[in-house]
Nanobody, 115 residues
Framework: QVQLVESGGGLVQAGGSLRLSCAASGSFFSLNAMGWYRQAPGKQRELVATKTNGGNSLYANSVKGRFTISRDNAKNTVYLQMNSLKPEDTAVYYC?????????WGQGTQVTVSS
């Protein structure tokens, strides 16, 4: 099982920036994709961005050009740099990590963007 610890959420004004981090630990051979999802109140959880261990990235259309996902494979850590934040980015952001056997989720970190 993979344990994921997220950090970096908070309150920011529209137009501001935040950087989320997610560190993976536990008993696993290697991690495949690592990524970020978010869930706003009353809405389904949705993909924000994901990155494979080979370096391929995928972004939701709503965040393209504003968010950047990066990954440090040596540290088993994935980051999400969020710029030009909008009130509609307000949500709980969850980290997800895939191994060959399963997918694990973090506890989530709140991001609130005020207008």
């Amino acid at each position: 099982q993979v344990q994921l610890v997220e950090s970096g959420g908070g309150l920011v004004q529209a137009g501001g920036s935040l950087r989320l981090s997610c560190a993976a630990s536990g008993s696993f051979f290697s991690l495949n994709a690592m990524g970020w999802y978010r869930q706003a109140p009353g809405k389904q959880r949705e993909l924000v961005a994901t990155k494979t261990n080979g370096g391929n990235s995928l972004y939701a259309n709503s965040v393209k050009g504003r968010f950047t996902i990066s990954r440090d494979n040596a540290k088993n850590t994935v980051y999400l740099q969020m710029n030009s934040l909008k009130p509609e980015d307000t949500a709980v952001y969850y980290c997800k990590a895939d191994t060959i056997a399963r997918a694990d989720w973090g506890q989530g970190t709140q991001v609130t963007v005020s207008s």
